[in-house]
């Protein structure tokens, strides 16, 4: 037998909950002037923020809580009583235990709380079911299992009542990776896959290692303050001590042995030691070099690279570079190629692509990988590579072929977590970090 | 790389042809110019190579346009006649403003297209190639309005006044440096010099204040100029010629007659300029082959290479190739090669697969940090990721912390982003800050790079750092989660109180690992906490990984 009666109730709205929480903006504001007996406006608008400041002035006057002499917030005798009272507040704690406020419309009206009419269907039993409740009071089903039940081994004769599994359940809670770290990982991880050696580095490098072993000339506009932060304290570094300095250096003056006519300038040492925040992770390359390889090498890194710009949705100061190299006898620039198309496959998952002519000041031949997006409707831009040139190896000590690669991870990770504003892959939004999807 | 446009109606009467939108693109990627959009007559292109100052020109491209399309190939042929004109250097120049050099260009036919696309080659080589014109700055004058010889020379702040570019009335060259736009841009070139750079005519007329302004007497290019003068002053007679001969084959290309200026620098030291001579330089075929994997007969490498517009012919076994004026980018054989490749066309290179045996590996410290971020998403911490670089607000005033030492960035492009953070506390507390209206509890951490300066060293330091906050926390929370961190690592240590300015007096604890200090955790000090409104109390503990990692790998030998 079915009985429906309809009733009020009211809800907290989340601005509600956070004026229950943090209290009314009106109570923030008379807890703040009665403790000093009075404040100028421009110090409420500093203390509470703008605009918090301008609804708390605006509800405590209207309800006559202060008043406003020449600029300098007053509170009345009303305005007393109600700060230790807090008379809203304590509405709004009776709302959040299922009650009914008094000045349910002026809560209504600031947008504290939310009205709904809830219908309550009550079942009673018929004559009917009052006898057979009779025979199920008897039932003795097992409700919640418990160590004692277990033991005595009672379940085998009570049986267990069943639970109704669809009924709504509470979201569990819980932690993860942040899933642009996870894109790195896996990119990492397939690398390794491929026979890659990871290499790492400091984020504060010489101008050496991040440009004259790259064979940019000291004058090279990607040395200029627009493009490359410096260091203020210490503003220099020391050179390794090490021969292959001097080859660099004659290599940027005169080409030394390298076949190459050189930069023709005079290389300043003092230069090169000056302290930058990386700006290439090709610099690690460099070390790996210098520090002598056993070839067949293949090496990469994901390092964090700086550089001074707009953050913006398409541009951060700092981000991520996945690059590396690939060092043997007899490679050549159709093995490049081949490599940047194994990337296009196996780590962007792009099937249509394209290689054209580029330009990287440490590399000749240069190119530059493109795909097309089927979900953009356009070619992007997903690495670019070039064969190291003699002037830069030789002076290191390698004498034979060297492919350098690059990846532009950060793009491949927007794709891949479907962002399309750059600065959401350092999310600071805890909710968005923890309901991502782990399998992108 | 830099950015410039062209107009289609122009690129099609220099190019004596027109190209549609697919053909335009195509040939463009072979001359290393990408086409970045068309509106209406004008096609903006982006530069793929920043050496080749040659193709900031409309002329230049067309030039190299014309190579790959086979309308004209090999050397393009200039020719330097005497112009009588002489530039001559007054050595006083020498600290503030060394070099210049100069041509002329006659019978010049300066259509509203020449002009725009002459202003444009002159303010893109200013800002890429002339480094914002301190490597280099540009003067176009009127030839018929100069009384040759020129001088180049020095006046006083209030010496020579003339009327600059755009202006009506004369100013000493000091007040052009404080009171004209251009002077205000580029006074900072001249700072510091009690004389500034001046080009003055036979008879006392100022051509120019360089690398600032030009008359507007002399300095002034309209479509009725028929002969032009143009300089070019710098730091450095090398890249002022190159650059020179860039504009003045860009000149000669509209049909300008180019005449040589004399330069003394000194009684015995009298140049010529432009100089047109070609470099010449070998290309061995085996090494083109060998380097791109493919099997070209010589031939075939010389048409290439002509028509990439460099000259090319057999010499003994190799090519003889010679390199034009306006080209400062070939610097090794290699470069030559690239032109070979970029000319027979990428996409007809059928690509190898590389089949190199090698091991990969993952570096050690990286695969300890995956433990560490393994384990604590385990124990229910959400891992972020923040910026290296911060402020020196929120790395030590924000912390209560005014006395802390950090690696500061010189040229900030802005305060936010002024500092190397030396931890990662106030990167995890500012995340906490902007989530305050998030459920709680919030565990959340982050392995991450901070950078310390130390001994006036600058060194890199992975760190973890953890932070719990909720309505209501204990320390023995973070100390049990901490322990537990390193107890799953494999790692012993002690806890000693300590205190610390971020942490509540009393509630804070080292983490000693044989006797030294690898990490802190404690309670966040109500201070910091509402620096970084967060409304409710924050547990919090940042380790250093490196040696946790070392005494890890010692004890497990």
């Known amino acids: ?440 | 790389m830099p950015a410039t446009s062209i107009f289609a109606s122009d690129l099609r009467s220099l190019l004596g042809r027109s190209l549609d939108q697919k053909e335009l693109e195509s040939a463009m990627l072979g001359c290393k110019a990408r086409v970045e959009g068309v509106e209406g007559d004008e096609i903006k292109l982006e530069i793929m190579d920043s050496n080749r100052v040659d193709l900031l020109s409309t002329e230049g491209i067309v030039r190299t346009l014309k190579g790959y399309l086979g309308i004209e190939t090999g050397l393009p042929k200039f020719k330097v006649r005497p112009s009588g004109s002489q530039v001559r250097v007054d050595p006083k120049v020498k600290t503030v403003r060394p070099c210049v050099v100069a041509c002329c260009a006659k019978g010049v036919r300066l259509s509203d297209e020449a002009i725009s696309s002459y202003m444009n080659l002159q303010e893109k080589m200013h800002t890429t190639y002339g480094r914002g014109r301190r490597r280099m700055a540009i003067g176009f004058y009127d030839l018929d309005l100069i009384k040759p010889p020129v001088a180049y020379t020095v006046t006083r702040p209030d010496g020579h006044a003339f009327v600059p570019l755009g202006c009506e009335e004369e100013m000493t060259p000091e007040r052009i440096l404080t009171d004209h736009p251009k002077g205000r841009e580029f006074a900072h070139l001249l700072e510091g010099f009690d004389h500034y750079p001046i080009l003055l005519d036979s008879q006392g007329q100022v051509l120019s204040m360089p690398p600032v302004i030009n008359s507007n007497t002399l300095g002034r290019i309209t479509p009725e100029t028929q002969n032009l003068f143009v300089e070019a002053t710098g730091m450095d007679f090398r890249a002022l010629s190159l650059g020179l001969n860039v504009l003045a084959t860009a000149l000669a290309d509209r049909g300008a007659k180019i005449g040589g200026v004399e330069l003394v620098y000194g009684r015995k030291d009298v140049r010529v300029t432009p100089d047109f001579s070609t470099e010449v330089r070998a290309l061995d075929p085996i090494h083109c082959n060998r380097l791109l994997g493919l099997s070209m007969d010589r031939n075939e490498m010389i048409g290439l290479l002509r028509r990439a517009r460099l000259g090319a012919r057999p010499f003994n076994r190799v090519i003889r190739v010679q390199v034009p004026p306006y080209r400062g980018d070939v610097m090794h054989e290699t470069d030559l090669i690239e032109e070979v490749a970029v000319m027979h066309g990428y996409r007809r290179m059928e690509p190898i697969r590389p089949r190199i045996p090698t091991v990969g590996r993952t570096d050690e410290l990286e695969d300890f940090s995956d433990a560490v971020r393994e384990i604590m998403v385990g124990l229910g911490f959400q891992e972020i990721m923040t910026f290296v670089l911060t402020s020196p607000q929120k790395a030590s005033a924000n912390m209560r912390n005014r006395q802390m030492s950090f690696v500061e960035i010189e040229n900030p492009s802005t305060e936010t982003f002024s500092i190397f953070r030396p931890d990662l506390l106030p990167s995890v507390l500012e995340f906490l800050g902007r989530n305050a209206h998030v459920a709680y509890p919030q565990l959340v951490f982050e392995v991450g790079d901070a950078v310390e300066l130390a001994d006036g060293r600058c060194t890199t330091i992975r760190k973890a750092c953890l932070a719990w906050a909720d309505s209501k926390v204990n320390v023995t929370q973070i100390r049990g989660t901490v322990e537990s961190l390193l107890s799953s690592l494999g790692c012993q240590v002690r806890v000693e109180p300590t205190s610390a300015p971020p942490f509540i007096e009393g509630r804070a604890a080292s983490v000693m690992l044989d006797e030294v200090e690898v990490g802190i955790f404690g309670e966040i000090h109500p201070e910091v906490l509402t620096s970084w409104q967060i409304p409710v109390p924050v547990l919090a503990a940042e380790l250093e990984v490196l040696p946790i990692y070392r005494a890890v790998r010692k004890s497990s030998r």
């Open chain 1, 1 to 440: 037998m079915l009985r429906d009666t309809t009733r009020t109730r009211y809800v907290l709205t989340p601005r509600g909950e956070e004026a229950l929480r943090d209290g009314l903006p009106e109570d923030l504001l008379l807890e703040r002037i009665c403790r000093t007996g009075e404040l100028p406006i421009g110090q409420a608008l500093e203390a509470l923020g703008r605009d918090l400041a301008v609804i708390a002035v605006g509800q405590a006057k209207a309800q006559g809580l202060l008043k406003i002499e020449n600029g300098i917030l007053i509170p009345t005798e009303q305005g007393k009583q109600a700060r230790s009272e807090r008379p809203l507040h304590s509405q709004l704690e009776e709302v959040r235990k299922g009650g009914e406020p008094g000045a349910a419309e002026i809560l209504l009206k600031r947008g504290l709380i939310e009205r709904s009419l809830v219908t309550e269907r009550v079942a009673s039993l018929t004559p009917e079911g009052t006898a057979a409740s009779s025979r199920i009071a008897a039932d003795d089903r097992i409700v919640d299992l418990d160590p004692e039940t277990l033991r005595t081994g009672a379940w085998k004769e009570r049986g267990f009542k069943p639970f109704d599994v669809k009924a709504p359940a509470p979201a569990a809670r819980f932690a993860k990776k942040q899933p642009y770290r996870r894109f790195l990982d896996m990119t990492r991880r397939k690398l390794v896959s491929m026979g890659f050696m990871e290499m790492t580095g400091p984020l504060v490098e010489l101008a050496f290692w991040n440009f004259d072993a790259l064979f940019q000339a000291q004058n090279h506009p990607a040395r200029e303050i627009h493009d490359t932060f410096r260091i203020r304290n210490p503003s220099h570094g020391s050179l390794p001590r090490a021969g292959f300095v001097k080859k660099v250096r004659m290599t940027h003056e005169n080409g030394w042995t390298t076949g190459s006519t050189g930069w023709r300038y005079s290389w300043s040492s003092r230069e090169a030691s000056r302290l930058v925040g990386r700006t290439q992770g090709t610099a690690l390359s460099a070390r790996t070099l210098a520090g002598g390889i056993d070839p067949p090498a293949k090496y990469f890194s994901i390092a964090r690279v700086f550089r001074p710009d707009v953050l913006d949705r398409n541009h951060l100061i700092e981000f991520n570079q996945c690059e590396g190299i690939i060092a043997d006898e007899g490679l050549t620039f159709r093995h490049l190629l081949g490599i940047l198309e194994m990337f296009a496959v196996e780590i962007a998952h792009e099937s249509k692509y394209a290689f054209v002519p580029s330009y990287y000041p440490f590399t000749e031949p240069s190119v530059d990988l493109l795909a097309y997006s089927e979900k953009q409707g356009q070619w992007v831009e997903l690495g670019g590579a070039g064969i190291f040139r003699d002037e830069v190896t030789k002076p290191l000590g390698v004498n034979i072929p060297v492919i350098a690669w690059g990846m532009g991870v950060d793009r491949l990770a927007m794709f891949s977590l479907g962002l399309d504003d750059i600065r959401e892959l350092f999310s600071h939004n805890l909710e968005w970090l923890r309901n991502s999807r782990v399998v992108p």
